[in-house]
T-cell receptor, first 114, second 112 residues
Framework: DSGVTQTPKHLITATGQRVTLRCSPR?????VYWYQQSLDQGLQFLIQ???????AKGNILERFSAQQFPDLHSELNLSSLELGDSALYFC?????????????FGSGTQLSVL | AQSVTQLGSHVSVSEGALVLLRCNYS??????LFWYVQYPNQGLQLLLK??????LVKGINGFEAEFKKSETSFHLTKPSAHMSDAAEYFC??????????FGAGTRLTVKP
């Protein structure tokens, strides 16, 4: 158990809908990262937050947004969903914001867009 | 932007044989390099990382990797494969901007 909690584990929805994925980092970790894993794109970095502020941005679509709350949990919002958004979404956390910080991954949320 | 290429999407070895998973990186600045392992239905777990200290890095579960700047490589090895090593392995590179890029992954199968 990495200590990172992601909910829900599975999510099935329809095209055009909006969903929210939730992540609780390990106790004491200030950084949260979001990744998307799909068969055709592999593991893609989406975004990182450190202590409530956006720290780094990767291949995140404009239809997607995220935030980190004062209690350090994070939410990833996906809107106007398309079939191609079906993927496994991972959250990871680390103590610091440095690129050498160890990342601890949650078990992921499997999103299926029908 | 930095990137990594993992050679071989599938590698199969016999139990007790050498494991060699290949990773080459591309980076315009000194890179930070990582190997992660993903077991079925689980998230990724850090095996080891290179952060510009010793070029030979030892990780968990008997794995190690050597940073070779001249070859832009960071191959992962283990002298003797165990059945429990069967998983997907990801090489990753990061720079000071914290944008970590993962390779496509190599699925390791261990035959009895």
């Amino acid at each position: 158990d990495s200590g990172v909690t992601q909910t829900p584990k599975h999510l099935i929805t329809a095209t055009g809908q909006r969903v929210t994925l939730r992540c609780s980092p390990r106790s004491g970790d200030l950084s949260v990262y979001w990744y998307q894993q799909s068969l055709d794109q592999g593991l893609q970095f989406l975004i990182q937050y450190y202590n409530g502020e956006e720290r780094a941005k990767g291949n995140i679509l404009e239809r997607f947004s995220a935030q980190q709350f004062p209690d350090l949990h994070s939410e990833l919002n996906l809107s106007s969903l398309e079939l191609g958004d079906s993927a496994l979404y991972f959250c990871a956390s680390s103590v610091g914001r440095a690129p050498t910080s160890d990342l601890f991954f949650g078990s992921g949320t499997q999103l299926s867009v029908l | 932007a930095q990137s990594v290429t993992q050679l071989g999407s599938h590698v199969s070895v016999s139990e007790g044989a050498l494991v060699l998973l290949r990773c080459n990186y591309s980076s315009s600045v000194p890179p930070y390099l990582f190997w992660y392992v993903q077991y079925p239905n689980q998230g990724l777990q850090l095996l080891l990382k290179y952060t510009s200290a010793a070029t030979l890095v030892k990780g968990i579960n008997g794995f190690e990797a050597e940073f070779k700047k001249s070859e832009t490589s960071f191959h992962l090895t283990k002298p003797s494969a165990h059945m429990s090593d069967a998983a997907e392995y990801f090489c990753a590179v990061s720079d000071y901007n914290n944008d970590m890029r993962f390779g496509a992954g190599t699925r390791l199968t261990v035959k009895p």
